[in-house]
């Protein structure tokens, strides 16, 4: 069993950064890819990075690539989802997400998520 629970969201003005974290329990986490999703009002939840278990390959959601920076610290059981050059349409609840030997990539994969964090953006 892992739970998982996010910080660091909250309001910023577009062109603004946020640092969000999610610390994870149980003594396995070395074992999990661990990912971040959101999801928008009225919208379906939506892979955002995610970093694997094995090699910690990261992967990034086209839109954004290059403004957001996932990072693991397995000897604190935290994964971390650095936010930069925030936009309104990144307003979202923010979902940190684990996949026991998996990669976190698809929804479908994950075996355990967090209760999520608000960001919104304003303009």
């Known amino acids: 069993q892992v739970q998982l629970v996010e910080s660091g969201g909250g309001l910023v003005q577009a062109g603004g950064s946020l640092r969000l974290s999610c610390a994870a329990s149980?003594?396995?986490?070395?074992?999990?890819?661990m990912g971040w999703f959101r999801q928008a009002p009225g919208k379906e939840r939506e892979f955002v990075a995610s970093i694997t278990w094995r090699l910690r390959s990261v992967y990034y959601a086209e839109s954004v690539k290059g403004r957001f920076t996932i990072s693991r610290d397995d000897a604190k059981n935290t994964v971390d989802l650095q936010m930069n050059n925030l936009k309104r349409e990144d307003t979202a609840v923010y979902y940190c997400?684990?996949?026991?030997?998996?990669?976190?990539?698809?929804?479908?994969?994950?075996?355990?998520w967090g209760q999520g964090t608000q960001v919104t953006v304003s303009s």
């Open positions: 997400a684990a996949a026991l030997l998996g990669s976190a990539l698809r929804s479908t994969q994950i075996d355990y």
């Open positions: 149980g003594r396995t986490f070395s074992s999990y890819g």
